[in-house]
């Protein structure tokens, strides 16, 4: 049943009709993978430039018609048109003058100083519990844990496939 198929779809292809235009005597060039043309093949020499290749066809006679067409071009314009202008306007200028002190003069800050806090603080108070003698309290220390059995891991390797996955043959025993 494999075979059938396989056959019905050799036939499909070969009963294909040919859509490509031929490009002027490059009709099969050297060879196209079909192993007839090529360097060294049934015409001996290299029979891909000999007459049985695409080089020996003439190439066919196309007529050609030279077609005129008007394009606009940019013509510059000999009188000045209006441009608009921006009109000056006034500008303030700012500037840094420094006024010299002939001596240091104290200045009072009031130390410290208040601080306006945005968001509402909320004071805690801490409450002093009497106790009549203190009394240990256990906390849990991380102790080593020893483990006397050793339990195998399995480590997964990754494989790049054998000798035969780089088309040779199928013959992996030996890699």
């Given at each position: ?85 921006a009109v000056p306007y006034p500008v ?25 806090v945005a968001v509402p603080v909320v ?24 483990i006397k059995e050793k339990v195998p ?23």
């Amino acid at each position: 049943m494999k075979l059938l198929i396989c056959l019905m779809l050799i036939a499909a292809v070969f009963a294909e009709d040919d859509k490509n235009v031929k490009k002027r005597g490059l009709s099969y060039g050297l060879d196209l993978g079909l192993g007839y043309g090529g360097y060294g093949s049934y015409e001996g020499e290299y029979s891909g430039l000999s007459e049985y290749s695409g080089y020996a066809e003439h190439a066919p006679i196309v007529k050609t018609q030279i077609v005129t067409k008007t394009v606009p071009v940019a013509v510059p314009v000999p009188k000045p048109y209006p441009v608009k202008v921006a009109v000056p306007y006034p500008v303030v200028k700012t500037q840094t003058v420094h006024v010299p002190v002939d001596r240091p003069y104290p200045v009072p800050v009031d130390r410290p100083y208040p601080v306006k806090v945005a968001v509402p603080v909320v004071k805690t108070q801490t409450v002093h519990v009497p106790v009549d003698r203190p009394y240990p309290v256990k906390v849990a220390v991380p102790q080593p844990i020893y483990i006397k059995e050793k339990v195998p891991v399995a480590v997964p390797v990754k494989s790049y496939g054998s000798y035969a996955s780089y088309g040779h043959s199928g013959y992996d025993s030996y890699y």
